[in-house]
């Protein structure tokens, strides 16, 4: 049966979108997740529904719970996840409001717990993580952006940062130089612990700025980031009731 995992999603858990909402505090053994999770049904199809920087956004992206996050839709049987992002252009053909289907990261955290695997004392792991994000999750997501006749660009690779603070322009330029698409503070650590878990993982990114590596704009700012944001939510709101949708 399937049961679809979604992270970060502004509004789906709005009770006139999921039917029989109830919401569960789960506890796992890395600690609490970001928040309560919602579960309830999309479509016909199981969700649960979790806020990946609380509810009300008062978590810091480097203060995320990553493990606990994956662990605890682990534990609740999900069976793929689907994540929204917001996240900078790095490239000038990537426009503020566009969709990107990740499909690489670039992970440039240094503070944050990236692996359940703590210690070998049970035996040796290394997870691959050449391809990081499900094919067939992705080929879901870009088919339906298209369907809805969205700006949407079908790879890119994101660089994931610390926050809260945005680059410097030496960073951004840097990263670049890297061969970064886009930018933002959460996906690289939720993606790979989603591997180490075993559950397909896809994520749809929608451009909100250019951080700061085009001098012919202003630097990003979070007022600017919202605004994008805010006019584009229902737009990623509907790809992603959709997409659930067709996993039926």
């Known amino acids: 049966m399937v049961k679809v995992g979604i992270i970060g999603g502004s509004g789906m858990d709005d009770p006139?979108?999921?039917?029989d909402a109830t919401r569960i505090t789960v506890k796992t053994p890395y600690g609490d997740p970001s928040s309560p999770l919602t579960c309830g049904r999309i479509k016909g199809v199981e969700v649960v529904i979790l806020a990946r920087h609380g509810h009300g956004h008062c978590i810091t992206p480097s203060q995320v719970n990553n493990r606990a996050n994956i662990m605890a839709l682990k534990d609740l049987g999900v069976t793929a996840i689907l994540a929204t992002t917001a996240c900078g252009s790095l490239k000038q053909e990537i426009h503020r409001g566009?969709?990107?289907i990740l499909d690489q990261f670039i992970d440039f955290t240094r503070l944050?717990?990236?692996t359940f695997h703590d210690s070998f004392e049970n035996g040796m792991?290394?997870?691959p993580m050449a391809d990081p994000f499900d094919p067939d999750l992705r080929q879901l997501l870009f088919d339906t952006a298209v369907a809805q006749k969205a700006r949407v660009h079908q790879r890119g690779t994101v660089v994931t940062i610390e926050g809260p603070r945005f680059s410097t322009r030496a960073e951004s330029k840097m990263?670049?130089?890297w061969g970064g698409d886009?930018?933002?503070m959460s996906i690289a650590p939720e993606a790979a612990l989603a591997r180490e878990a075993a559950i397909p993982y896809g994520v749809?990114?929608?451009s909100t700025d250019y951080d700061c590596w085009n001098e012919d704009?202003?630097?990003v700012s979070w007022e600017e980031v919202l605004k994008v944001f805010n006019n584009n939510a229902e737009r990623v709101k509907a790809l992603l009731i959709a997409a659930v949708a067709a996993l039926k």
């Open 112 to 114: 944050r717990k990236n």
């Open 98 to 100: 566009d969709l990107v």
């Open 175 to 177: 990263f670049r130089l």
């Open 204 to 206: 749809v990114a929608m």
């Open 125 to 127: 792991v290394h997870a």
């Open 182 to 184: 886009v930018i933002n």
């Open 217 to 219: 704009e202003a630097p």
């Open 16 to 19: 006139e979108i999921v039917d």
